[in-house]
Structures are given as C-alpha cells and as structure tokens.
C-alpha cells in the first residue's frame, strides 16, 4: 500500500552531527542572518517526524533541502534526516523507520522548489499524486507556500500546515 499523505518538511540548514544533536549551534552550516535559528530547524525536523507518527502507514516524511553549501557536499535533507536518526526520531517512530517512512528531495533552494521538487518526488516514487499535503517550516512563510501550492494547481483544500 502506497501513502496518500506527503510531510514536507522544508529544511534552511545543514547539520554536521555532534554531541549536541543539533543542540549546539556551532554543529551546524548557516547564513550569519540565521544565527539564532538552529533550535527552529531542529523543531521542524521533530514536528515532521510527529506528524509522521500520527499517520504512519498512510504517510511519507520528506526532508526538502539540496545541497546549498560550499563546506559540504551533504544536502539540508541529508542533515535533517541524520539529525532525526541520531535524535531517535524523539522517541516518536517505532524502529524499524523504513525507506518508505523518510524520504529525501535533495535539489530544493527555496520554498517554491520544495513543494514542487517535494511533490514531484513523491510521484517518481509512488507513481501517484499524494491526496494530501502537509508543509512544516517557518509560520511566516505560510502565504507564500500557499501561494506555490495554487501556482502549482494543489487543491488548497488538501494542504495543511
């Protein structure tokens, strides 16, 4: 049974690892305007796994973010998915988390690219359209990520929040 619900969470930084587990700003690669932030990032990361957790079986989490510095070959997604790994998905998922649970679109550079790159990885790898979308990233970016999802023509009816 393929899911009919697609998380995207859209991801603004990269995490290196460390003993902190993302705690500690200094485990991770980000513009000087993000300073302050990481505990934001972490928290998107979380909440995509909760949301993952509510419908699992019926739900993909994916980690949107490509490769956006220079100090790394890792994506956002790649980080995003290694701090939830190391993190324990926060006690949140049963072991064992499967590729059908976690999924990564690794070329997003902005939230136009990771509803669309989102929606159309899930397609390559489900060879459908999900019937739901929920987006999870920053509270203010939300008219603008509802205004990706009618350009792009995803009934607003089906996207949460």
């Known amino acids: ?5 697609l998380i995207v969470v859209c991801c603004h930084g990269i995490w290196l690892g460390g003993p902190s587990k993302g ?4 485990e991770w690669l980000i513009a000087p305007f993000q300073r302050g932030e990481t505990g934001t990032f972490a928290r998107h990361a979380e909440e995509g796994v909760r949301r993952l957790a509510q419908s699992r079986g019926d739900s ?15 994506s956002e997604a790649q980080s995003y998915a290694y701090l ?9 998922l049963a072991a064992p988390v499967m590729d059908d649970d976690v999924v990564l679109e690794e ?6 690219h990771n509803v669309l790159l989102g929606l159309t990885r899930y397609h390559a790898r489900f060879g459908r359209w999900p019937a739901t979308l929920t987006l999870v ?10 205004a990706h999802c009618a350009a792009i023509g995803f009934p607003p009816g089906r996207v949460a929040f």
């Open 107 to 112: 070329r997003a550079l902005d939230s136009y």
């Open 137 to 146: 990233g920053h509270a203010f970016k939300r008219p603008r990520l509802e």
């Open 23 to 26: 705690a500690d700003e200094s």
């Open 60 to 74: 993909v989490l994916m980690f949107s973010g490509g490769p956006t510095r220079n100090e790394t070959e890792m």
């Open 84 to 92: 939830a790994a190391h993190n324990g998905y926060w006690g949140l």
């Open 1 to 5: 049974m393929h899911p009919s619900h």
